[in-house]
């Protein structure tokens, strides 16, 4: 079992920057993909950034050059770094991790990022 506990949410400006963190339960990060989703009002979820045990990552377009996903193995954190920040990105955001075989989803409960003047 893994519980996934997302901080960091809040409200910024236009321009801004923001950090996001996850924590999870166990030590699972060495060894599984990390993923931050997001999902704004009317509209579903998407990914937005991943980050494999080796370190690889990859971006939504949306988010390219934009966001900077990082993992912490031995504290069991993963990391998402917002810079230049949108009203479009304004969205509740989610941690995700799939463990084992076959793979099972664990969700965080969601923390909330709006993005205004």
């Known amino acids: 079992q893994v519980q996934l506990v997302e901080s960091g949410g809040g409200l910024v400006q236009p321009g801004g920057p923001l950090r996001l963190s996850c924590a999870a339960s166990r030590s699972i990060f060495s060894i599984y993909p990390m993923n931050w989703y997001r999902q704004a009002p009317g509209k579903q979820r998407e990914l937005v950034a991943t980050?494999?045990?080796?370190?690889?990552?990859n971006y939504a377009d949306s988010v390219k050059g934009r966001f900077t996903i990082s993992r912490d193995n031995a504290k069991n954190t993963v990391a998402l770094q917002m810079n230049s920040l949108k009203s479009e990105d304004t969205a509740v955001y989610y941690c995700?991790?799939?463990?084992?075989?076959?793979?099972?989803?664990?969700w965080g409960q969601g923390t909330q990022v709006t993005v205004s003047s």
């Open positions: 980050i494999t045990s080796g370190g690889s990552t």
């Open positions: 995700n991790a799939r463990v084992g075989l076959p793979p099972k989803a664990y």
